[in-house]
Nanobody, 129 residues
Framework: QVQIVESGGGSVQPGGSLRLACATSGFILPYYAIAWFRQVPGKEREAVSCLSTSDGSTSYAGSVLGRFTISRDNTTHTAYLQMSSLKPEDTAVYYC??????????????????????WGQGTQVTVSS
């Protein structure tokens, strides 16, 4: 069973930066997708960014492109979301998710998809002055 533990959320002023971490374990296959989603109460969950472990392909939502960077430490199986130039509209609960079947879509440039089997508990990010 894949386990996910997120950390790094908090409060920051507009224009500031935060780095979220997603510690993972329990994978039984070599290739999988790692994604960051976010959700605001009353709104649909949004895929923010994702990465395929097969070749490192990544995808970003248009609203965060150029401001957020997803990465992964292959030795510790920890994924990161570096968030810069944060805006109040980035305020949300951020979730890390993984899945064994989503990675081909990322490699094909078709985005992150939304069918992920394993989810973390979420971490709150608040951007406010």
């Amino acid at each position: 069973q894949v386990q996910i533990v997120e950390s790094g959320g908090g409060s920051v002023q507009p224009g500031g930066s935060l780095r979220l971490a997603c510690a993972t374990s329990g994978f039984i296959l070599p290739y999988y997708a790692i994604a960051w989603f976010r959700q605001v109460p009353g709104k649909e969950r949004e895929a923010v960014s994702c990465l395929s472990t097969s070749d490192g392909s990544t995808s970003y939502a248009g609203s965060v492109l150029g401001r957020f960077t997803i990465s992964r430490d292959n030795t510790t199986h920890t994924a990161y979301l570096q968030m810069s130039s944060l805006k109040p509209e980035d305020t949300a609960v951020y979730y890390c998710a993984t899945d064994y079947v989503a990675w081909p879509k990322i490699v094909a440039g078709q985005g992150c998809g939304d069918e992920y089997k394993f989810w973390g508990q979420g971490t709150q990010v608040t951007v406010s002055s």
